[in-house]
């Protein structure tokens, strides 16, 4: 009883020690908040783009001004535009909302200035170009070699867009809005606890209209949501593979107009059903989590075909 006090007071005073952080730096939260669509969204700021290279005069005929302009192209149409290092039909912008631009649907802004950083999967830092790599191996399922992929002009202007975006904000900078796509571990559910044909009752509720009960994608005016699994989708190896990290989206950034009305219990049944399905498999998953442990949610490396030696789950 005493023991179970002192959590409650350690996890109260804890996250009033948060706000009082968060209390030191206003001009972050406001600046990004004036930046940011805001997670709640209409129609019509579905497809508003804060900051847009396109119609920002201030890049026109600059050599750094057609850099972003054409990351902004990939990002938002990366089998169009970057065709020879894209293997699927899922762009940048399908999972990063508005351009990168929404808050809780994985926001860009700013994130440029907070790489290098330590990657717990490949147990090494990463720069932000690495990062951008990684998601086209896996998120975006390229069969290209991960150092020509490096080289490509592509992950140049990729990573001038992600830079643009956060062009004001100080190396190091901790951004308030980064992270939030997260189920908190204590809601998270064990995965034997997730239930698949709960997921599936849920997505055909509340997704399949625009995703199809197919899970390939519905098109909706100018929009078409990405195959949710299947040969066109992301790879095994992806974030997006893992059950929590796809809950986190699911719960902040879908159904795409009226984001946030799922619980957390319910996104991770729908996120179970999703990654219960068969998607392409990530060639190199034997070289991931090699210093780290494997987090309990990477379900595609385990059991059938996903299980290797190296892969033995560490405590
Ligand atoms: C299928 C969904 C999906 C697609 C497609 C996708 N990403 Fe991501 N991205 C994620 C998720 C989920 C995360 C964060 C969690 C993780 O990967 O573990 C992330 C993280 C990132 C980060 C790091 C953000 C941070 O705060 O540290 C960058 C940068 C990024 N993605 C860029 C891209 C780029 C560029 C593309 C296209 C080439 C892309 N992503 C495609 C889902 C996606
Ligand atoms: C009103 C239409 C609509 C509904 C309902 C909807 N989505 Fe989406 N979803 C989209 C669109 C459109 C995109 C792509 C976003 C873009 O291109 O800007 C998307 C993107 C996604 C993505 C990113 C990967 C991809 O392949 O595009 C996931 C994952 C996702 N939705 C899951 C869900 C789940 C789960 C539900 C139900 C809880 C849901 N969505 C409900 C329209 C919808």
Sequence with gaps: MFRHCLIIAFIFSSSLNLRAQESEKPEQSNLAAGRLIPASTSMTTAWDIPRDPVSDLSL?????????????????????????????????????????????????????????????????????????????????????????ILQSKEIRALAS??????????????????????????????????????????????????????????????????????????????????????????RYAMPYLNPGILTDEEAQHIAMYINSQVRPTFMHKTDDYRTEPLPPDAVYYRGAGGTTDNLREKR
């Design 161 to 250: 867009y992600i830079t643009w975006l956060g062009t004001e904000y100080p190396k190091g900078s901790s951004l308030p809005w980064r992270g939030l796509n997260v189920i908190e571990n204590e809601n998270r559910l064990p995965l034997d606890k997730l239930d698949t044909k709960k997921g599936e009752k849920l997505f055909v509720l509340n997704c399949s209209n625009c995703h199809g009960t197919d899970g390939q994608g519905v098109q909706i005016g100018d929009k078409k949501a990405g195959p949710l699994w299947g040969p066109s989708s992301w790879n095994d190896g992806a974030g997006a593979s893992r059950i929590y990290t796809l809950a986190g989206f699911i």
């Design 60 to 148: 026109e005929g600059t050599p750094d001004g057609e850099e972003i302009r054409l990351g902004y192209r990939i990002f938002t149409n990366t089998h169009g535009e970057a065709p020879g290092i894209t293997g699927n039909l899922v762009s940048c912008g399908n999972c990063h909302l508005n351009a990168g631009q929404r808050e809780k649907a994985l926001p860009l802004v700013g994130v440029a200035e907070v790489f290098p950083e330590y990657n717990k999967r490949a147990g090494k830092v990463f720069s932000l170009e690495d990062r951008i790599v990684g998601c086209f191996l896996r998120s975006e399922n390229s069969g290209a070699h991960p150092e020509s």
